[in-house]
């Protein structure tokens, strides 16, 4: 399928193939992180418990940010494609 997303059609099949590669690395790279993040909040709170309540909005407020990241990353790689394509 990748080699159908880089075939060039009209001249942007590497802005598409690119955008597709960029959004695929945004969603990756945030999930990872976001894991990341909640393993280290739950190995956290097992060693101080009476932290919790810190512990757990300090790790939803990361996440959100990291989400509000790859939103935006991903909709840049969209509005590429988009872009392109009116042009």
């Known amino acids: 399928m990748f080699p159908m997303i880089l075939a060039d ?3 942007m099949g590497f802005a598409a193939g690119f955008a597709a590669l960029g959004a695929g690395l ?3 790279g945030a999930g990872y992180g976001i894991g990341k993040i909640a ?3 739950v190995e956290s709170i097992a060693r101080q418990p009476e932290a919790s ?5 300090a ?5 959100a940010l ?7 990353a991903a909709l ?8 392109k394509i009116a042009a």
């Open 9 to 11: 059609i009209n001249g």
């Open 26 to 28: 945004v969603v990756v």
């Open 39 to 41: 393993a280290a909040s």
């Open 53 to 57: 309540g810190d512990i757990r909005g």
């Open 59 to 63: 790790m939803i407020l990361t996440a």
């Open 66 to 72: 990291i989400e509000g990241v790859a939103l935006f």
């Open 76 to 83: 840049t790689a969209f509005l590429t494609v988009v872009m």
